[in-house]
């Protein structure tokens, strides 16, 4: 081939990775362009993104998809064009025309590797960093991982491995760095990610959880919820940690696998008297959830462990098999019923809640609980709950069944339990006496509690427990010895002081409601109850 056709050819070949150079940038800066958008407006499924300049609204799922593949397939392009220009380069062959990716000033070459080397992946990394919260980031993330180790290594190939004159000192050691570097990186890729994914799963979820309190996503006053444009809102499996979702709306929406630990979800409502707000199988551990209004909704199998739910107001709600291990539910209001079905409650803070109709704890785990000056006045079930270490003092407890329940340590202590009577706190409810049937009771304490009429202990096990300076009333007219018969009593404090040991020893005639198993041993001891426990007498119902 002659001179002056290499020549025209290496012309050529500079004007073409001119044109392909600049729709590379042209390219990045509309996509970044594209998704400087609220986070509000990225977070649904179905979402539509407004492509600049051409005005025309598209699938933000499919945008993402295509807009990186996009950018990489035009800067293989670029890439290929490029390389054949470097080995004209090479042989001592330059276009006419002077452009940047020609000079050999330090500032040209600098550029030359930003635009080549780095731009794309820069433009990844915000895509990556943008959209973390949504599914498709763990593609961009391994397509953004790739882009970067290629480019890298494309620059170290092209760019200074043919170089063997060492100008300076700092070159050479420029490339023992860099091989060391990627040397590492390998090794880190091939050997310690899967060590990683295994016994080191924490610290990558550790690292994980950084990045979105970096993050933090912004849907703070963000109307997510249905409404006469939207019917159906689904979140399907976004990844919301630490997110700011003040004051949102997302009444009827779908939140099934989205993950809201740590994320502060004050002041939300998700009220909607036609659609469920759907929070099944949601991870919400340690989420901010303080005077949250929720009607209408489905916690079924959610994990809400240690989080605050304080002044919340809920109705119509459901927790079946929920994990709500030390959720914080001070002074909350249930307005409607409440089902807690085989929840774990363990440790958690319900003092001061307000039940205004009767609540389900059946089966529920709620060991060390604290229902501190708690109002029960409707009525409520725990039976066959799991209450060892519970405190229920200063608690309003009216038409509640704890019939097979284990309360072994728990403290009743100035409790109102009894029947709910005409004429006191309101409307009439159904006379039905508190029952505590086959109830594990020992070393409970129900002293002060005011306990009648009806509360009903038979066949429930008292061995330690105490009734000091309470009102155990009996029911009917029957005396208080009828009204514990078939109770166990073993080192048991009567109203008056007395101990009652008609049940201990191995010649007694035990009844079949003593227990031979020893006193549950809680995994933590019971953290004592904080509510003021004055002015109980003040509540007793009318007699």
Known sequence: MDRDHIAGDVQELAKRIRQIALLLLVSGLFMLVTLDAPDADLVRADALINWPI????????????YAPVTLIAILIYLHLFYGRLLKYRRQGHHPGESYVFTMTSPGGRLATDLMFYAYVPLVLVFFTWRVMFRPEAKILASATVLTIFGCALLCYLRRLLPARDWPEAGRLAFHVGFGIVFAASVVALTVFMPMALGSRQELLARFSDSMFQMRKIDLKRADLGISDDQPHVEWSRLDLRHADMRFATISGADLRGTRLSNADMRDVVAESEIYSTDFTGVNMDGARMERIRVSNALFNKASLNRAKLARAVLSETDFIE????EADFAGARFETDVTFFRA?????LLNQTVFAAAPSFAYASLDRSQFDGARLEYGGAFNFASLNGACFSDATLLNVRFNGAGLASATFEKAVIGIRKAGWAGAPGEERPVTFLNADLRNASF??????PGADFARSDLTGATFAGSNLVAWNG??????LDGACLCRTILPDGSRIDRDCGETAEQPFSCRSEPVPILDRPPMGCTADLAGA???????
């Open 54 to 65: 051409i005005r025309t609204e598209v699938p933000l799922s499919t945008m993402l998809l």
């Open 322 to 325: 929920s994990k709500l291990r």
């Open 344 to 348: 774990d409650l363990t440790g958690a």
């Open 447 to 452: 002293a002060g509690a005011y306990l009648g």
């Open 478 to 483: 029957r005396p208080l010895a009828k009204a």
């Open 537 to 543: 007498e003040d509540r007793q119902p009318p007699g």
